[in-house]
């Protein structure tokens, strides 16, 4: 038996009607999308985490080569156990959340805040280990489920384009079609690459996506060799008033390695150090932030990302979403330990669904780019962030497709599902979109004299996530500093 047919036979190919060439092209296709991760998570954790005796640089090198191990454990975990094709790395937001409001804001020592990771992840582990995280999945009212696909799709398209320059924040509208559109090479290259891109999908072109993205890489260097630079972000601010996404035309390589960048003993394990630091009701409250974004971000990617794909069954229930989450668990526990915040099932993982990626092939050739990246350049770094960003849109309107089934003629059903949508992209964040239908479902039910179609797991629910914002967003945190 050959390695394609041990593949074939490991990862189910003809149980999932896939192939070893549809599952690689899969696999990169993701990978390109959230590359961004290895130059994104160092950035804004570094600005957290100062290692005496070390220099920025280094702790920029260092958290990158992090990043890249804990995405390749986490996501290689998915691929041979959970067999699913989803790419997993340590989360945007989380890790902003780490950086500005724990250490930064709070206080908090990053040690400690790095400690607050490990056990969220070891509690993680626990429950999925006795099924109460997939109880909680299970517990998501019907019209939230087939909601979320949408809106995630909603939040990746708002990423993409603002990524693209397509639009640009503004004071008064908060966002607006970016007014220098016609003087910006990347505007332009992004949304002729967009074009391209669904041109080539809707021809039918396999591989679509990979070529949208290197012959928009390829057009971006091109430009700049001929002289054009990006539109200024401060010249956009200075006419118009606007905020333009600080994006490079033809990016360079800001990361490189030598032998003592892999050397990463300054930052692994000082989650200990932080553990005998800990002031109980602060870090209990640090823990419980981690642990509930990470819960319903990680729940809303597969749930949203798991219909995509067809893995959802007749009841809306994700079969088997135990070895997923523990794969996130997993994950978020070995990238607390390496020195990185939460790890999280990444909505990009989309992409490489699209391209037909069904089994834990595509995640183990994500993996692998991972880790190959280590003794390369990342390929964040030389492929352009509006290059990737332009698949978000793309995948953005194909999930829109996910509303269809959705009974928008029974109120108790369109309230809450309208709501996860609309909430999801507006507020940034896939939970709060999730929180949104959750909390409105019952209410919706209960008034329309539907109680006996709620259960008391779904009140309890609502309740846990009115505590949450209660604790978000009242101070409660701070107050305890």
Not at 130 to 135: K, L, M, P, S, T
Not at 190 to 206: D, E, F, K, N
Not at 377 to 389: F, G, Q
Not at 443 to 460: F, P, S
């Amino acid at each position: 038996m050959g390695l394609t047919d041990s593949l074939a036979d490991y990862f189910g190919f003809d149980e999932h009607d896939t192939d070893l060439r549809t599952e690689v092209i899969a696999g990169i296709t993701t990978f390109l999308t959230m590359s961004y991760i290895v130059v994104v998570n160092p950035a804004l954790l570094s600005q957290a985490i100062q290692i005496d005796g070390v220099s920025a640089t280094r702790t920029f090198q260092m958290i990158a080569v992090v990043t890249l191990l804990s995405a390749a454990v986490a996501t290689f975990v998915m691929a041979v156990y959970a067999n699913r094709p989803f790419g997993q790395a340590p989360g945007l937001g989380l890790n902003a959340f780490f950086a500005f409001t724990v250490v930064l804001g709070l206080g908090i020592p990053w040690q400690t805040a790095l400690a607050a990771v490990v056990v969220e992840g070891v509690v993680f582990i626990v429950l999925t280990a006795v099924g109460a995280r997939e109880y909680v999945i299970r517990l998501f009212p019907e019209p939230v489920k087939l909601a979320v696909g949408a809106g995630i799709g909603l939040f990746l398209a708002i990423i993409g384009l603002e990524e693209m320059r397509v639009v640009a924040g503004d004071p008064s509208t908060y966002l607006t079609f970016n007014p220098a559109f016609a003087s910006d090479p990347i505007a332009i290259l992004s949304v002729v690459g967009l074009l391209v891109t669904l041109a080539l999908y809707a021809r039918g072109i396999r591989g679509s996506v990979i070529l949208g993205i290197i012959l928009t890489s390829i057009a971006g260097y091109a430009a700049s060799a001929l002289g054009f630079s990006a539109y200024s972000p401060e010249r956009a601010a200075e006419l118009y008033g606007v905020t333009l996404k600080s994006v490079s035309l033809a990016p360079g390589a800001p990361i490189t390695y030598d032998a003592a960048s892999y050397n990463i003993a300054p930052l692994a394990g000082s989650f200990v150090t932080g553990l005998q630091n800990v002031e109980g009701v602060t870090f209990a409250l640090v823990v419980f932030t981690f642990f509930f974004v990470d819960f319903f971000d990680t729940a809303g990617t597969l749930v949203g990302v798991g219909q995509m794909a067809g893995f959802l069954d007749e009841d809306g229930n994700f079969p088997d979403i135990d070895k997923p989450l523990m794969a996130d668990a997993i994950g978020t526990t070995v990238g607390g330990i390496l020195g990185t915040s939460t790890v999280t099932t990444f909505v990009e993982s989309s992409t490489g669904v699209e391209e037909g990626g069904r089994t834990g092939m595509t995640a183990l050739v994500i993996a692998g780019l991972f880790l190959l990246s280590l003794a390369v350049v990342p390929l964040a770094v030389a492929v352009p962030t509006y290059a990737s960003h332009l698949v978000l849109v793309v995948v953005g309107i194909l999930m829109l497709s996910n509303v269809a089934e959705i009974a928008w003629d029974d109120l108790t059903f369109a309230v809450p599902a309208a709501l996860t949508v609309i909430v999801m992209p507006f507020a940034y964040s896939i939970a709060y979109g999730i929180a949104a239908g959750i909390i409105s479902y019952p209410v919706v039910k209960t008034a329309v004299g539907e109680y006996d179609d709620v259960r008391l797991g779904q009140w309890l629910l609502a309740l846990a996530f009115l505590c949450y914002f209660f604790v978000r967003t009242s101070g409660v945190i701070a107050q305890t500093v």
